[in-house]
């Protein structure tokens, strides 16, 4: 590819900051057309960076659709918004690349990939912890079966605080909001079909109890190849963003540790003080996010095939139905019921 890919970014919040600066730093990546409602923010991020990026409202797309130098769109506005964007920019021939989910209903997810596949352009769906590289390392040896057949996967999975309560009430609650990127590792790690489901959960928060969600949630599934995965996922830990995975084997561990914000050790007579872990999902992630946008780059190139396929989607969103279905009946459900 000699020309950089023009890219419409839609939304600038914490995801379509972290891309932004991706696409600024990649030497095959620009951005065309930023979009968002707050326009003055926009035309300032702009003017502050010194780019020549164009700026547009929701309402006013035209001018970006019809812009033959974009051939992508990067999707971070929030859901109820992708599916007319995603279908949109399918039909004006833009590669698409959507923070997930791709739309909040198992129908409407699967009529974009048809469109896509109609249109023989990408529709890629960033769950992003396929992209991490500690994490993709487990996966490859998993694949290797150095350390015999896998047995257990479990992962740790906290936020630093809890969103504000009006995120709360357009998130869709905390398992199609944030359990949803664990289930989803369980599934590419385990290679498998889940044949069971349990859910167990509680909001300690009284506000969020009042939104009918929960802060602190426990996965158990029974992969069907035997694999069992213990997912725990909270919004609140008081001292970081804590994010962590352990895989067992028939004769070893495999295990992936929070990385320290700084390489420092003090150490005294008494005690050894390590830096803090990071605070955000931006900041520890932000590899991932990188190799997210490279793939989809390869992808565009030709040079590689999509690593999150429209069935991963759709299993991944059929196994937070179920994880729904086991708090709804308050016990064990079964994947395909």
Request: proline letters at 4%; a neutral charge; glycine letters at 6%.
């Given at each position: 590819?000699?020309?950089?890919?023009?890219?419409?970014?839609?939304?600038?919040?914490?995801?379509?900051?972290?891309?932004?600066?991706?696409?600024?730093?990649?030497?095959?990546?620009?951005?065309?057309?930023?979009?968002?409602?707050?326009?003055?923010?926009?035309?300032?991020?702009?003017?502050?960076?010194?780019?020549?990026?164009?700026?547009?409202?929701?309402?006013?797309?035209?001018?970006?659709?019809?812009?033959?130098?974009?051939?992508?769109?990067?999707?971070?506005?929030?859901?109820?918004?992708?599916?007319?964007?995603?279908?949109?920019s399918l039909n004006a021939n833009k590669a698409v690349f959507c923070e997930k989910p791709i739309t909040d209903n198992i129908k409407t997810t699967e009529d974009c990939y048809n469109v896509a596949a109609s249109k023989n352009k990408p529709l890629f769906n960033a769950l992003h912890r396929?992209?991490d590289p500690d994490f993709y390392q487990v996966y490859s040896q998993i694949q290797e079966k150095k350390l015999g057949n896998l047995r257990l996967i479990k992962t740790t999975s906290r936020d630093l605080e809890a969103p504000p309560i009006s995120y709360i009430k357009t998130s869709a609650?905390?398992?199609?909001?944030?359990?949803?990127?664990?289930?989803?590792?369980?599934?590419?790690?385990?290679?498998?079909?889940?044949?069971?489901?349990?859910?167990?959960?509680?909001?300690?928060?009284?506000?969020?109890?009042?939104?009918?969600?929960?802060?602190?949630?426990?996965?158990?599934?029974?992969?069907?190849?035997?694999?069992?995965?213990?997912?725990?996922?909270?919004?609140?830990?008081?001292?970081?963003?804590?994010?962590?995975?352990?895989?067992?084997?028939?004769?070893?561990?495999?295990?992936?540790?929070?990385?320290?914000?700084?390489?420092?050790?003090?150490?005294?007579?008494?005690?050894?003080?390590?830096?803090?872990?990071?605070?955000?999902?931006?900041?520890?992630?932000?590899?991932?996010?990188?190799?997210?946008?490279?793939?989809?780059?390869?992808?565009?190139?030709?040079?590689?095939?999509?690593?999150?396929?429209?069935?991963?989607?759709?299993?991944?969103?059929?196994?937070?139905?179920?994880?729904?279905?086991?708090?709804?009946?308050?016990?064990?459900?079964?994947?395909?019921?």
């Amino acid at each position: 590819m000699s020309h950089r890919v023009g890219f419409a970014l839609f939304g600038l919040g914490n995801m379509g900051l972290a891309h932004m600066k991706n696409i600024m730093l990649s030497p095959r990546a620009t951005v065309n057309w930023i979009i968002r409602n707050k326009l003055e923010d926009a035309e300032k991020f702009v003017k502050d960076y010194n780019l020549s990026a164009k700026c547009t409202t929701p309402d006013k797309l035209e001018a970006v659709y019809n812009d033959p130098n974009v051939k992508a769109v990067l999707i971070c506005s929030p859901t109820t918004t992708h599916e007319a964007i995603i279908k949109d920019s399918l039909n004006a021939n833009k590669a698409v690349f959507c923070e997930k989910p791709i739309t909040d209903n198992i129908k409407t997810t699967e009529d974009c990939y048809n469109v896509a596949a109609s249109k023989n352009k990408p529709l890629f769906n960033a769950l992003h912890r396929r992209f991490d590289p500690d994490f993709y390392q487990v996966y490859s040896q998993i694949q290797e079966k150095k350390l015999g057949n896998l047995r257990l996967i479990k992962t740790t999975s906290r936020d630093l605080e809890a969103p504000p309560i009006s995120y709360i009430k357009t998130s869709a609650g905390i398992l199609n909001d944030s359990t949803i990127h664990d289930l989803d590792l369980s599934l590419w790690l385990s290679g498998s079909i889940p044949e069971t489901v349990y859910v167990q959960g509680n909001a300690f928060d009284p506000e969020i109890g009042k939104c009918n969600d929960m802060d602190q949630v426990i996965v158990t599934i029974k992969y069907k190849n035997g694999v069992i995965a213990c997912l725990e996922n909270g919004r609140v830990s008081g001292y970081g963003y804590d994010q962590r995975l352990e895989a067992l084997f028939d004769s070893g561990m495999l295990k992936v540790e929070n990385p320290n914000t700084s390489l420092l050790t003090t150490c005294t007579g008494n005690t050894t003080l390590t830096g803090p872990i990071h605070p955000h999902f931006t900041t520890r992630y932000t590899q991932a996010y990188n190799n997210e946008l490279e793939h989809f780059l390869d992808i565009m190139e030709g040079k590689s095939e999509m690593r999150v396929t429209k069935e991963d989607t759709i299993k991944v969103m059929k196994l937070v139905k179920a994880c729904l279905k086991s708090v709804q009946t308050h016990g064990p459900v079964g994947f395909d019921d």
